[in-house]
């Protein structure tokens, strides 16, 4: 064989190593927001949260809103799918709201609120179907339930309702429950 050749045919195994390494390198990677979630879960079970509150305005529990909620911010930022029972689901996620205020932050002459802040915590479990937690974000201790909290302000002269103010409140809590659900970077 002449040199063309032999230096042809090493150049030509050298790319089909390196072609092999690379994939086999490559093999794992995840792309795209699936490698913010946990890559064992793919269904989550969301159970009616419960409240220890007993606000219901508008005829509607705060747990049942921010259920709601939950579920579409699940369905809207991650790659998990939502389903309807404990046993077709990979995780549960459980959650409870442990305080409900509202406190007046300004006050009128004549003792009229002008701004009310509306404050929720819950606390939330995410586990698997085992029941051992899945440590996923920043948990503070104890790592079994993490302390969510979200306020908003009601401010009657802008148009702003109590309910609106609620909704408000709710849909940034669900933001920050479904934000714990990413594995730390």
Partial sequence: MTAPAISRRAAFGAVLVAAACAAAGCANYRFGNNTLYAPNVRTVYVPIIQCDSFRTTPAIDIGERLTEAVCKEIEKRTPFKVVGSEGGADSVLTGRIVADTKRMVVESPTDQSRMVEINYQAL????????????SGEVPLPAATVD????????????RSVVSTQQEAIVKMAQQIVGLMEEPW
């Fill in 124 to 135: 939330v479990t995410w586990a698997d179907r085992g029941g051992t937690v899945i440590a």
């Fill in 148 to 159: 969510v909290g979200q306020a908003a302000a009601l401010v009657p002269e802008y148009g």
